[in-house]
């Protein structure tokens, strides 16, 4: 078997020009242009790196980009005060607190002193549970990427078996309830989990989000599965490669994400929708 | 194998005890007593019945008690009204809104208008969101009762596959989540899963939680797996059975819970331990 390639660049591009068109769309009709701010603490290169890619992004589709850049030695109520200054700009539609903080800092601090409707990263636990509750939710970008690729290619989710490897916050724990909504049975394993080769195997659909460099491998993958990769690990210089061995698994795989180039490039993408999304709830309301 | 009587009786009176001299310590230390509300509105007579059994569970442990009854004609304004009075009513610790509401009432809106620090029921988007991040939250009473049961007979979790029958908010969801957090590989399923029966065959421990008499049996387990019936099914007047078979799963169980006399029984008392513990964090607040 050779695996279909669901392609994150493909359709990030297909994101893009749709969510242009929205935000002519919104803007022509209420006025306003979808405002994202970046709250950040210096003193991170990786960091700086991720804000200019999200700056390119905005910019790319017409919205609007801040950068709030606190100094490396701000304390914590300097950080809350700034986020919610934020929160409180009726101009501001979207914020991202970007992460990690330096160790002063509280992140679950900073998180809170968000407001949930601008919280266009998912982070916030009202969110977390508007997600969890099937109502209306602003929903972390990386798993909702990957939903976005499976409707992308039409891979039908109702009483299939999706198996989530990982049980993070950002990524596993949201996905798992994205794959639950959508009428999936849902196995979620981890680090403690005994026979973690025979779960995956159960698996119709299997993504992986642990940061273990080819962790999943095709000989433990259900022939015909669809796999869904959110892994990046830098094994060496410049060389980026998956949670799934990519070799073995895309020979068994009836559809696979890639590494780049798979669940990467769309997670921006949903960033960006995002922010339309909180701009036009806090413009219904205004 | 005769199974193990997973006895929620003994288990709730045990609680009882340990609350009231929780209790006890609290109003010593800090002069409080902890005090929860029942917002109702009336016209239920399965509520009425309720709401008596919640009082009869507070004066057993030295709580104060109080309803507050809208008429049955109330509209959402007033209902919202009387849930943020008692959630900025410094003296009271607690608020439950009694379900189901009249058809002209949103949950959704009443549940909103609560604070989040008083959701002893643990129905507030805020409470399921920082369950599922793994922060401190007030958590809902039935699957709270599920785990106590659990830690009583000591059954341990980490590394086990736990399957959950059943994807409510109140019930198979957040159970999912304190399972998972117990280091629990997890697997829900539900109306839509293609293959039930093989899929509870996997579970160590089996969680069913969906309200169809019977639905789990004997022979769908795997021998030895501890099972929790969160089913009340009235089958006949005044005969109420629960989800599992247990005619057929006592045989195959090493442990389970009785229907009546399981789960049930445990769950009142949970709403107590979240009302202590709601007092707890309020004081150290105020």
């Not at 407001?115 to 972390?140: E, I, M, S, Y």
């Amino acid at each position: 078997m050779t695996a279909l390639l669901l392609d994150g660049r493909v359709l990030a591009k297909e994101l893009k020009a749709q969510i242009s068109q929205q935000a002519a769309e919104f803007k022509a009709r209420t006025g306003y242009v979808p405002q994202l701010v970046v709250v950040q603490v210096a003193g991170n290169a990786a960091s700086d790196w991720y804000v200019r890619s999200i700056r390119r992004s905005c910019e790319g589709v017409g919205f609007g980009f801040a950068l709030h850049l606190l100094p490396e030695t701000c304390d914590q109520t300097t950080l809350e005060a700034a986020i919610q200054q934020a929160s409180n700009d009726p101009s501001i539609h979207g914020i991202i607190i970007q992460m990690p903080l330096p160790s002063q800092l509280s992140a679950d601090g900073a998180v809170a002193a968000l407001n949930p409707q601008k919280d266009v990263d998912g982070l916030h636990p009202t969110n977390a549970g508007r997600l969890a509750q099937g109502l209306p939710a602003l929903v972390p970008n990386t798993p909702a990427g990957g939903m976005a690729l499976l409707d992308r290619y039409q891979i039908s989710l109702a009483g299939k078996h999706a198996v989530v490897v990982g049980r993070s916050n950002v990524v596993g724990k949201p996905l798992a309830q994205l794959l639950l909504a959508r009428h999936a049975t849902l196995t979620i394993c981890h680090s403690r989990t005994a026979n973690l080769a025979e779960v995956i195997g159960q698996g119709d659909i299997v993504a992986a989000a642990v940061g273990k460099a080819g962790l999943v491998t095709g000989a433990m993958l259900k022939p015909g599965a669809v796999v869904l990769d959110f892994g990046i690990n830098e094994v060496a210089e410049g060389q980026v490669v998956g949670d799934v061995d990519w070799e073995s698994a895309s020979k068994v795989a009836s559809a696979i994400t890639p590494v780049p180039g798979g669940t990467g490039p769309v997670t921006n993408m949903m960033l960006l929708q995002n922010t339309l999304q909180a701009a036009q709830w806090l413009a219904e309301q205004a």
